[in-house]
């Protein structure tokens, strides 16, 4: 067991390194010049020069990459002393570290991974993803237990009235789920619910979990997340209907279930105690997967509900051609996919002896 999950953190570590090495190369070809955006267009030549020295724009494209592998990796070597050094340990880039064992002149240091600064605002890229992605995993969050509470239940009646007007309709519903796009549903759903019938439903078209009264005061606002929630729960929701729909048609039609069946116990009772329990092991890897799909895939809801997570901040970076919040967040967005999938593995490795076999 031990190997299979070293293997699996191999794998992450790969997809990892993988990732951040075509995020640093797409990003450092895009045209533009961080430090004159950083400035400003008057800027004069020595503090554009100065500006791209701090940042490593001076150096070869492998010196920077090496530099930005030993900023986002946890276990990274530094100068202690030399100022002028790009390896130098700055507590303004390093806020909290501990300092391991020398090696040579330099020193291993075990830190947060440092995410560079935003070219506008000047923050750190960590402070603003610390900031923005709770509320888009809240929003991921209820998507996906809305989907996956209503996708259960109505693929499980699919299943049981088989060839009715009710698993038909179903089947009509997760066919225009998965066609059409989100961003498409949110319009129609943020234009009905939150516009045409405001006065009923009380509902906002736009809003973020936390809304700012006329006195500057912050208050939660629940009510803000049922729309953009519907609407990105709404794919999620088609695709678990149809899953759990077929699954558990496959296992009704197994030996032990029509065994049960002879035996006399109930219909339902052979249903919700025997056939549900394994027809759910698929159900449970989409949803799993999709979590970690929602939470890079909000951001053209976040978008159109005006919901202040970590993908409306990408969306806004985007426009300001601010590349280091984009890398920050592509790489927050790859870790969790990684995260989510080794833990996935890694409990059907223990659930499931065959897994780790293979």
Do not use: C
């Not at 809304?211 to 929701?237: A, C, Q, S, V, Y």
Request: hydrophobic share 50%; aromatic share 12%; net charge positive.
């Amino acid at each position: 067991m031990i190997k299979f999950i070293v293997k699996r953190l191999f794998y992450g570590f790969l997809v990892l390194l993988g990732v951040i090495t075509v995020v640093f190369l797409l990003f450092n070809v895009l045209p533009g010049d961080p430090a004159r955006m950083m400035l400003g267009q008057r800027a004069d030549q020595g503090s554009i020069d100065a500006i791209n020295k701090d940042l490593g724009r001076d150096k070869p494209t492998a010196t920077q990459f090496l530099i930005y592998l030993n900023d986002l990796s946890p276990l990274s070597v530094h100068d202690p002393v030399d100022k002028e050094h790009y390896l130098y340990l700055s507590r303004e880039k390093y806020s909290s570290y501990v300092k391991l064992f020398p090696l040579g002149s330099k020193l291993m240091v075990l830190k947060y991974p440092y995410l560079r600064r935003s070219y506008i605002t000047k923050r750190k890229v960590s402070d603003i993803v610390i900031e923005t992605l709770p509320e888009t995993a809240i929003l991921a969050f209820s998507s996906i237990t809305f989907g996956a509470i209503f996708g259960i239940l109505l693929g499980i009646f699919s299943a049981i009235k088989k060839n009715s007007w009710f698993d038909k309709s179903s089947l009509i519903f997760a066919i225009f789920g998965m066609a059409l796009p989100s961003f498409f549903m949110g319009l129609l759903i943020a234009w009905f619910f939150g516009f045409v019938l405001r006065d009923y439903t009380g509902l906002n078209n736009v809003g973020s979990l936390y809304t700012i009264d006329d006195f500057g005061d912050e208050h939660l606002d629940l009510k803000n997340l049922i729309l953009p929630t519907i609407t990105l729960g709404l794919r999620p929701l088609a695709i678990i209907i149809q899953l759990t729909r077929s699954s558990l048609l496959d296992v009704l039609s197994q030996d032990y279930i029509r065994t049960a069946t002879a035996k006399g116990l109930g219909f339902y009772n052979v249903v919700f105690k025997h056939a549900l329990k394994n027809a759910l092991n698929p159900v449970i890897t989409a949803i799993s997967g999709w979590f970690a799909g929602l939470m890079a895939g909000a951001v053209f809801v976040e978008i159109i509900f005006n919901w202040k997570g970590i993908g409306y901040e990408v969306v806004d970076a985007l426009n300001k051609n601010d590349l280091p919040v984009v890398m920050g967040a592509t790489l927050v967005f790859a870790m969790i996919f990684v995260v989510i999938n080794i833990g996935v593995d890694i409990v059907y490795g223990i659930l499931d002896p065959r897994v780790r076999v293979q």
